[in-house]
């Protein structure tokens, strides 16, 4: 049975270790889990590794989901940032044309393909001469609308822990306040697609440290 949300806590970049970030987001997620189980909801938890910006990859899956064993805390679903490309170009073709803007910046030798709204523009991808990548905002907004069930998650981004189901109803994510502008980006993209109704379901709890 698809669950009533799906829990992002604990974001990490491949290069970091485990700290003060993941021990906060550990206490608001328990509160959270805590509340849903009074309300007689159900709900899945999803640990997110950004291995796609960092150059270098020292963090060990193994020892992170026994350490937060260790807190109390069993997770559902360990995600690849760097696996959402093909859907975070889907996301680009439910934009708006009208909307989209590139710009060059000769002296970094890349193309920057823009999102202009009424607030003004949103990166979503640069292109470089020998290669491309997504913008933080936009590979957010992909593993929200995966998490929803509203985009299908390619298998590879996307580790199932204990064969429960990965989409749910809704979603909350609990982060670091320093992530709350590129949120914000996340739901300025989704509110330009055909999908915009389902920002309702998309919740935060920020923190600070």
């Known amino acids: 049975m698809?669950?009533?949300?799906?829990?992002?806590?604990?974001?990490?970049?491949?290069?970091?270790?485990?700290?003060?970030?993941?021990?906060k987001s550990i206490e608001i997620l328990k509160k959270i889990t805590s509340r849903l189980k009074k309300e007689n909801k159900t709900f899945v938890i999803s640990f997110l590794i950004d291995e796609f910006h960092p150059?270098?990859?020292?963090?060990?899956?193994?020892?992170?989901?026994?350490?937060?064993?260790?807190?109390?805390?069993?997770?559902?679903?360990?995600?690849?940032?760097?696996?959402?490309?093909?859907?975070?170009?889907?996301i680009i073709k439910e934009l708006p044309t009208s909307m989209l803007?590139?710009?060059?910046?000769?002296?970094?030798?890349?193309?920057?393909?823009?999102?202009?709204?009424h607030n003004g523009k949103i990166g979503l991808k640069e292109d470089f001469k020998f290669m491309y990548r997504h913008t933080c905002a936009l590979l957010s907004a992909s593993w929200s609308l995966c998490r929803l069930g509203i985009l299908k998650i390619p298998p590879d981004a996307v580790c199932n822990l204990t064969g429960k189901i990965f989409?749910?109803?809704?979603?909350?994510?609990?982060?670091p306040e320093k992530y709350h502008l590129v949120e914000d980006k996340v739901i300025e993209i989704v509110e330009s697609t055909r999908f915009k109704d389902?920002?309702?379901?998309?919740?935060?709890?920020?923190?600070?440290?």
């Open 55 to 90: 150059t270098v990859f020292k963090l060990n899956e193994n020892k992170i989901i026994k350490e937060f064993e260790k807190q109390g805390i069993s997770i559902d679903f360990i995600g690849y940032e760097s696996k959402l490309g093909l859907v975070a170009d889907e």
């Open 167 to 175: 989409e749910s109803k809704k979603i909350i994510t609990i982060l």
């Open 198 to 209: 389902s920002i309702e379901d998309m919740n935060y709890k920020f923190f600070e440290i």
């Open 101 to 117: 803007k590139i710009e060059n910046f000769n002296k970094m030798e890349k193309d920057v393909l823009l999102l202009k709204n």
């Open 2 to 23: 698809q669950p009533d949300y799906n829990i992002e806590f604990a974001h990490m970049y491949a290069d970091e270790s485990f700290g003060d970030e993941q021990i």
